[in-house]
């Protein structure tokens, strides 16, 4: 069966993201932890086929610290919206992706569990742009003063990209538990279940640069970093935060690159804090870039459209269901004047 197109969308849509479940609301007893995260700009290679491969390109990443184990050994993450469970390399990965960073050391923490009975069990995941291989552990896990007996990956080896030159030593996923690797690997789910949160909810604010400070924020959301009313939207698939789309619309315009949603040729986008590029496979990719018809020189930005992302919710919960974006929102103007789309070709595999 042939799958759904998937979009995943860019922090500048997800300028503030409000994701999590609205159960048990009225029992929660804690409170909400803020995070402050950094951004750092690099160079990204596309891997995918065709016209995209070996195109360079430039993403924003966006990354915080974490707490693990007993006494706590500090780790820099990525808090990531498309994955779900804690993935940190190991001392005892030897791969250069690991030696370029902070290692977590099992033999330093009076709290750590290696859950493999003879140690020699290794599990491989598959990031949309690279792969990480280890073993299951677990250990005290806090973030912003909120902590939890988490288990997760601690990584043997890893590819070399998109991991060596990253500025973030590990990746703490954040999406639902359907995605993690068992139960236990969740971090938002144990502290769900915990009653640690004043909401059942996590919230992210993305700057656009180094004036503002962005910022995670568990457990609630913040009024003052909205210019709107908060939307809610149906997810059209638990696990990824994911929702349906009808149409890409160029100017307000439905271009038609959608088929008919919920069918094969239908759209599915993903909420995902762990990228600053909207990624589409290659096809829709090229489809768009070449309506875009962005020149490199620049010459044609103050002309282009806005490019608009028109959400198929069924239940019409509330607010406007289309998440636009300006030209200045989707081009990056490079060092040497130039311009070039935040959009990336990945051409995930079939499960």
Partial sequence: MRLAEHFVFCPRILSLLVLGAA?????????????????QRRVVHTE????????????IEYFGELELGS???RLRVSFDTGSGSLVVPSTLCTAPACRAHTCYDATRSSTSRNLSADGSEVVTVIFGTGEISGHYASDRLCVGGVCAHLHFIAALNQSSHPFEGAPFDGILGL???????????????????SRSLRRNVFSVFFADDDDEESELLLGDWADDRMTGNLSWVALSNPGFWQVTLEDVTLAGEATGL??????FLGCAAALDTGTSLITAPTRLARQLAERLALAPDCSNLATLPTLGFRLADPGKRSGPQELQLTPSDYVERTDDGSCELKLMAVDVPRP
């Avoid at 995918?48 to 390109?57: N, Y």
């Fill in 23 to 39: 159960v048990g609301q009225n029992d929660q007893v804690g409170g909400s932890v803020s995070v402050k995260l950094r951004r």
């Fill in 48 to 59: 995918t086929s065709g016209s995209w491969r070996g195109r360079t390109q430039h993403s």
């Fill in 71 to 73: 006494p706590p050994q």
């Fill in 175 to 193: 999406a639902l538990p359907q995605l993690a690797e068992a139960e236990h690997f969740s971090f938002m789910d144990e502290l769900v279940k």
């Fill in 258 to 263: 959608c088929g008919t949603p919920r069918t």
